[in-house]
Antibody
Framework: EVQLVESGGGLVQPGRSLRLSCTASGFTFGDYAMSWFRQAPGKGLEWVGFIRSKAYGGTIEYAASVKGRFTISRDDSKSIAYLQMNSLKIEDTAVYYC?????????WGQGTLVTVSS | DVVMTQSPLSLPVTLGQPASISCRSSQSLVYSDGNTYLNWFQQRPGHSPRRLIYKVSNRDSGVPDRFSGSGSGTDFTLKISRVEAEDVGVYYCMQGTHWPFTFGPGTKVDIK
């Protein structure tokens, strides 16, 4: 059974950093791109970015709203995708989801809440 | 960026009756490989999004056949043939043809 579990969310002050993890199981993690999304409270879905599989160069794309502040990486040996978030802003407050694939997006995690507040 | 619009934004429906959601894109979603990367997602209250339809009209495994997707170019539709109580939630269209990939604002479906 495919499972994605996000962790690492919490309350953080503006300007600080946080790293989220997406731990995968039930499939060959290294064969898939992985994507990150977020959803601000009561709002719609926003694509944060994705990382391709090593077979496709492991390249990464980011939304303009997070480019230069957020970094996506992956550890295929541990089946984990990461979202390193630096210089956090109040408007980064959201539930963050990871999903399998770049276009597939057929499996999603349960999400982890990040609250940026002083 | 490609702007995705949906209508209506709120859709009260009677159980057993059909429902239809429109999604329009500001640019054609036909990719250079000939595919059209338009997905539909359902998000039930308190849950993660779930993909229902991919590439316009392909239903995901486990998705009831009362859900169907259609359309082409810039104009797409999600239909529910007979709404059931478990269909309550927000439905999003999403385009994966042009980066950055973008979502529609969502259509909230609830029961009258």
């Amino acid at each position: 059974e495919v499972q994605l579990v996000e962790s690492g969310g919490g309350l953080v002050q503006p300007g600080r950093s946080l790293r989220l993890s997406c731990t995968a199981s039930g499939f060959t993690f290294g064969d898939y791109a992985m994507s990150w999304f977020r959803q601000a409270p009561g709002k719609g879905l926003e694509w944060v970015g994705f990382i391709r599989s090593k077979a496709y160069g492991g390249t990464i794309e980011y939304a303009a709203s997070v480019k230069g502040r957020f970094t996506i990486s992956r550890d295929d040996s541990k089946s984990i995708a990461y979202l390193q978030m630096n210089s956090l802003k109040i408007e980064d407050t959201a539930v963050y989801y990871c999903a399998r694939g770049r276009l597939n997006l057929d499996y999603w995690g349960q999400g982890t809440l990040v609250t940026v507040s002083s | 960026d490609v702007v995705m619009t949906q209508s209506p934004l709120s859709l009260p429906v009677t159980l057993g009756q059909p429902a239809s959601i429109s999604c329009r894109s500001s640019q054609s979603l036909v990719y250079s490989d000939g595919n059209t990367y338009l997905n539909w997602f359902q998000q039930r209250p308190g849950h993660s999004p779930r993909r229902l339809i991919y590439k316009v009209s392909n239903r995901d495994s486990g998705v009831p056949d009362r859900f169907s997707g259609s359309g082409s170019g810039t104009d797409f539709t999600l239909k529910i043939s007979r709404v059931e109580a478990e269909d309550v939630g927000v439905y999003y269209c999403m385009q994966g043809t042009h980066w950055p990939f973008t979502f529609g604002p969502g259509t909230k479906v609830d029961i009258k």
